[in-house]
């Protein structure tokens, strides 16, 4: 069962089960799947009262989505420290493109060259990982939710503002891919 489990699933097992997971989440609960959301709600844990965004009743509204996102972040944990180190299965061609930009370890889950306490101490490792991530968080909340929750919940429900968002999120990241992270990789 164990290995079962720590192997990489097929995506014609995993992705049926997260189709259905949407349904079901609604008909269950009339709740609608998305991670973005847990952060105004630990705010709403941590800090009530302090602004008026947060005063609402975050056990009623976002337990069970805290839940899910201590699932997510255990099952991560797992699945990153229960078997042996495991490289990502990454095609030559990519492999050269990233030598090409400077990233050569493809040892681990990610490259050392960035994703290091040493590399974040760089300006490069700054911009790709604070002022990235500063820009994914940004962009979730202009967007009113993130990937997951547009492009599997909001789809699956035929909203319109959820499928102007995936595109958005996809030609950011091409955008990202051919245009700037080149820039910051080669240029910093």
Known sequence: MQAWLFREWPWY???????????????????????????????AAFAPGKLEFFRYDWRKAGLWNLVFLAGV????????HGGPPQTVAISTESRAALARLGI???????????FTWHALLTLRGFVLVVVGGFLVGFGTAYAAGCTSGHAISGLANF????????FG?????LIATYLILPFVLGGL
Do not use: M, Q, T, Y
Request: contains cysteine; charged residues 5%; proline residues 6%.
């Open 169 to 173: 999120f996809f030609a950011g990241g």
């Open 13 to 43: 097992v995993a992705g049926p089960l997260i189709g259905l997971f949407v349904p079901a989440l609604l008909l269950v609960g009339n709740k609608v799947f998305g991670i973005s959301g847990n952060l105004s709600h630990l705010c």
């Open 104 to 114: 050569h370890d493809f040892s681990g889950v990610a490259p050392h060259e960035i």
């Open 159 to 166: 909203e319109l503002p959820s499928l102007i968002a995936v």
């Open 73 to 80: 972040l255990i099952g991560g944990f797992l699945a990153f």
